[in-house]
């Protein structure tokens, strides 16, 4: 499988998208996570990275992207991925696109995890006093989730269009969320079977 799992900061991506991958075998690759620990490493990357981090911002794509291509043209993804955090603007969709194209792939669905704002912003802070999170403030979580509603929903609509999505909702028993998107996963691909059988 080739999947996104998209959705808001707070929305269980990470929990999620490690649970998904580890059912169908794939790798997760979380950009977030990555550029997380370039910047505990205080890697370039990370040095690059932290001050749009620690602002609320995305990333540069240029940045993005390319750690992105490197990623998904190691072996372990020959089988499948799960990409979590990316894309997460227009431009970085037309790079994916052209990242899949290179690699003789393409993408089997886009999981939507839908949760209420202020739901998130509650768990987020939550969160950051759990995990010492110094990128967690409630000023810069608002600012993450503006970011997101303005760069990275549109993108839900592109891919809609695509007959790609299939949206979940993210708030709940981690378990139960877990079930929900592992049955739109097996509808998309008793779907692509029985295309695959068809065509």
Request: hydrophobic share 40%; net charge negative; proline share 4%.
């Amino acid at each position: 499988m080739r999947l996104i799992l998209m959705g808001p900061p707070g929305a269980g991506k990470g929990t999620q998208a490690a649970r998904v991958a580890a059912r169908y075998d794939v790798p997760a690759i979380s950009t977030g996570d990555i550029f997380r620990a370039n910047v505990a490493a205080a890697t370039p990357l990370g040095i690059s990275a932290k001050a749009y981090m620690d602002a609320g911002e995305y990333v540069p794509d240029e940045l993005t992207d390319a750690l992105v291509r490197d990623r998904l043209s190691q072996p372990d993804c020959e089988r499948g991925f799960l990409l979590d955090g990316y894309p997460r603007t227009t431009a970085q969709v037309t790079e994916l696109d052209a990242i899949l194209s290179d690699i003789g792939s393409r993408l089997d669905a886009v999981v939507v995890l839908e949760a209420d704002q202020q739901q998130l912003v509650e768990r987020l802070l939550n969160r950051a006093q759990v995990e010492g999170r110094s990128d967690d403030t409630e000023d810069v979580i608002r600012r993450r989730l503006e970011v997101y509603a303005q760069e990275t929903a549109p993108l839900i609509d592109l891919y809609a269009a695509r007959g790609l999505t299939e949206h979940v909702d993210g708030i709940g028993r981690v378990d139960d969320i877990t079930d929900l998107i592992n049955a739109a996963v097996d509808r998309r691909t008793s779907a692509l079977d029985s295309d695959a059988m068809t065509g």
